[in-house]
């Protein structure tokens, strides 16, 4: 059998996988739940996360992934190996050493974090392992056309970083790459929740209120949305819930969205002329969870005097486009849009 192009969105919060010929065939958060005891995996994905903050004191569920780039080898390596096998096993696959495999990375990733993501694609089982930009990787997925000699500029907002970066004739011209992303977000509604109610909740409570009723915008009374939560009372120590609005969420996440805009337009300073141009007639195109986020295109488009867009199925463009870049590999290398590549313990740079 034929190898297969394989594309991974090592997400901080998801991983997402791609085949070539199938789309996106699995989706599942970047989260493993271990035995302190002895170190066994005991649960990973789906199963892990809704372990969070509800585990006997010598299971820990942790993320392996942190800003964007591993923060525990181990448990990444087992992480990854847990769903490529799963991938391998449902569409009967067979051995993972025939397949090139396509990873994305942060902008701002080190050379030491760059070989591990490498190491750990070429640990779990791929004949070849690619790296490409996050950025490059969600504006190919959205769609935009990044060969030709006009400026594309797209915002990646993912679990821990958001990629911000202009783009052009297959490279990427200038970005900027911010340890700010979904999970800030969910930890700015907790510390709100914590500061104005007294009460302390947890990271899934914190998402929930992101996902259900977050918005980037102070809303009139008649449109507010509301949700009730439940969290642990910090002066009696009792369970208490709370009835929170969406203007509270907006609130609670000005800071972080104050930092993506900032970021954007620091971008937009150092943007060549004749690139601002194309971005004035294109707009901006926000990729990643974090562009689903209510309110956040118009907030954009209103502090950078720019159209903003948010791609179809912001979620996947990062995956869709880790595997469309291996369908153009060899232009892409010469554009230096390729990273660096690893094959059998062999690292090549840019």
Known sequence: MLGKDIGIDLGTATVLIFLRGKGVILREPSVVAIDQNNGRVLAVGDEAKRMLGRTPGHVVAVRPLR?????????????????????????KMGSLFRHRVMVCVPSGATDVEKRAVLEAAIEVGAR??????????????????????????????????????????????????????GDEFDEAIARFIKREFNLAIGE???????????????????????????????????????????????????????AIIAGIRRILEVTPPELSADIIDRGIWLTGGGALLRDLAERV????????????????????????????????????AILSVIRKGLLKGR
């Open 67 to 91: 800003d964007g780039v591993i923060a525990n080898y181990t448990m990444t390596e087992a992480m990854l190996r847990h769903f490529l096998n799963k991938v391998s096993t449902a569409l």
């Open 301 to 336: 488009s209103e502090e950078t005097a720019m159209p903003c867009h948010v791609a179809e199925s912001p979620l996947e463009c990062v995956a869709l486009g880790t595997g469309k870049a291996l369908e153009s590999l060899d232009q892409l290398k010469a554009s230096g």
């Open 204 to 258: 899934q409570t914190a998402e929930t209120l992101k996902i259900q009723i977050g918005t980037c915008k102070v809303k009139p009374h008649d449109e507010e949305e509301t949700l009730i939560i439940k969290g642990r009372d910090l002066v009696q120590g009792l369970p208490r819930q709370i009835e929170v609005t969406s203007s509270m969420v907006a609130r609670a996440i000005e800071e972080p969205v104050n």
């Open 128 to 181: 070849e392992a690619f790296l490409i930009e996050e950025a490059m990787a969600a504006a190919i997925g959205a769609g935009l056309e990044v060969g030709e000699p006009r400026g594309n500029m797209v915002v990646d907002i993912g679990g821990g970083t958001t990629d911000v970066a202009v783009i052009s004739l297959g490279g990427v011209v200038v970005a900027e790459s911010l340890r700010i992303g």
